[in-house]
């Protein structure tokens, strides 16, 4: 009888433990799966310079797109799902806005498009993007510099005797700066 209740305890071991090898192994292959995604992801981030504007855009856009998966998830039925989404226009809009001026560039430029089409965006979303036709934010100094220096192909310091740092106007993909040349004329 001995004999029978080990031989009978060896079959439902060797299962248990063949199947911990595959877990384990499963799981070593999915965190070197994971690692391997994350160092390509975080080389793509510091390599290619649109991936840092995208994470930026999905990061700061994701969660509003979530409300309104939600709302409509939760929604009884249409009059309910008008309701939810009216509430959400009104708060994400400004927040929509935000993560334009916050990226510049084209996306103040797709913004601006978007409050002249009320085919495309609601209105709370519109009256929002509007205020980017004349108050579009201005660009940081900084890129603004490093462009001008290298089209240029010399310091500004050499060029120019002041330059003006604060832009005159802003658009879309633009501004203005007042600057000095060396000879003393503003331009």
């Known amino acids: 009888a001995a004999r029978a209740t080990a031989a009978a305890a060896v079959p439902m071991t060797a299962p248990r433990s063949v199947a911990r090898r595959c877990a384990h192994a499963a799981g070593v292959a999915l965190g070197a799966g994971a690692l391997g995604a994350s160092a390509v992801g975080a080389y793509v981030y510091v390599t290619q310079p649109g991936a840092e504007r995208a994470v930026r855009f999905w990061w700061s856009t994701g969660p509003i797109v979530a409300q309104y998966g939600w709302a409509k998830f939760r929604a009884r039925d249409d009059a309910d799902r008008a309701e939810r989404y009216a509430r959400l226009h009104e708060l994400s809009a400004p927040k929509a806005r935000g993560v334009i001026e916050d ?42 510099q490093e462009g001008l220096e290298r ?19 802003a658009a879309s993909i633009g501004q203005a700066h007042l600057v000095e040349w060396q000879g003393g004329s503003a331009v």
């Not at 430029?109 to 009320?118: A, C, E, N």
């Not at 089209?151 to 106007?169: M, Q, Y």
């Open 103 to 144: 990226l510049r560039g084209m996306f103040v430029k797709v913004g601006q498009v978007m409050s002249v089409r009320p085919e495309v965006v609601p209105d709370e979303y519109r009256k929002e993007f509007r205020k980017l036709q004349d108050q579009a934010p201005p660009s940081r100094w900084g890129p603004i």
């Open 151 to 169: 089209d240029l192909g010399a310091p500004l310091a050499e060029l120019f005797s002041k330059v003006n740092e604060e832009p005159l106007g």
